[in-house]
């Protein structure tokens, strides 16, 4: 059986009074690609923030349910979301560099972290890791701001894997870039993958398409299907997510 880095257990959230997630159970599988996918409002980032307690700092949402890491449920009583976050990354829609150097952004997490490694020597590796070594390496003193959006969001993305994290969430992470930069992030998702899970909300069927190994698609917060990409795009179980990879609604 498929090992897996998460499993969602009747998973509610409700803002303020109402709910938009319905009692999601999902399995999120190791060194795959998950694209969760649906509508605009069926709740996908809610969902993706649920998997690493990004959630808890969204205020008036209330959670229910498990969401189980190595075994273990991460709402459970004493869990420090801080550490959770540290190894389930995130990475979000619009590329969000610190206001500090390329070198001190990718930097930042394992300062705070309090790592006594080398230093120097995880921030090569994470820019290579997020393909962005070579066009850096000799700027890591500018400022992350002079970067191309593109490469901001590949920026972004080597700050979370400087932590080393286990699975990293990406919420639409290229809607905000160009056709070009879109595919350089795709293709490195698709090596990334060896080293970690991923799980990406897409509003973007090919991309889904492209890089997914499992889909969810979520609808009005329920789970309407979750299958292999290949099947759910070939032949869908369910009515509503033929009607919307095909583009009938959404
Ligand atoms: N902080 C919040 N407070 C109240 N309601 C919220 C909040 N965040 C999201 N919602 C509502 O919860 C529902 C699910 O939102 P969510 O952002 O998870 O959906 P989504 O599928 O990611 O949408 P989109 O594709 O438009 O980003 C929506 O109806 C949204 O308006």
């Known amino acids: 059986m498929m090992e897996r880095a998460l499993s969602i257990r009747n998973l509610k959230v409700s803002y303020k009074d109402r709910e938009v997630l319905k ?27 649920c998997m690493n307690r990004m959630i808890d700092i969204v205020e008036g949402a209330k959670v229910s349910g498990e969401v189980l890491f190595g075994g273990e449920n991460i709402y459970a009583p004493g869990v420090d979301p801080v550490k959770i976050r540290f190894k389930i990354g995130m990475v979000f829609q619009k590329p969000n560099p610190f206001p500090k150097s390329i070198f001190e952004n990718v930097a930042f997490g394992l300062k705070i972290n309090g790592y006594t490694g080398d230093i120097p020597y995880m921030v090569e590796k994470s820019l290579r890791w997020a393909g962005l070594w070579e066009e850096v390496k000799g700027r890591l003193k500018d400022d992350a701001y002079v970067l191309s959006g593109g490469q901001q969001q590949r920026l972004c993305i080597a700050r979370a894997l400087a932590l080393e994290p286990e699975v990293l969430l990406l919420d639409e992470p290229c809607s905000a870039l160009d056709p070009v930069s879109t595919l350089r992030i795709e293709e490195l998702l698709l090596n990334l993958k060896e080293r970690l899970t991923i799980v990406i909300v897409t509003h ?26 290949s099947s759910m795009f070939t032949v869908p179980k369910d009515k509503r997510t033929e009607d919307f990879i095909t583009g009938r609604f959404g």
């Open 23 to 49: 009692g999601i159970d999902l399995d999120i599988y190791k060194n795959k690609i998950t694209a969760i996918i649906g509508p605009s409002g069926c709740g996908k980032s809610t969902l993706l923030r």
């Open 204 to 229: 973007n069927i090919q991309q889904a398409a492209r890089i997914a190994d499992y889909t969810a698609f979520l609808l009005d917060g329920n789970l309407v299907e979750f299958g292999e990409t």
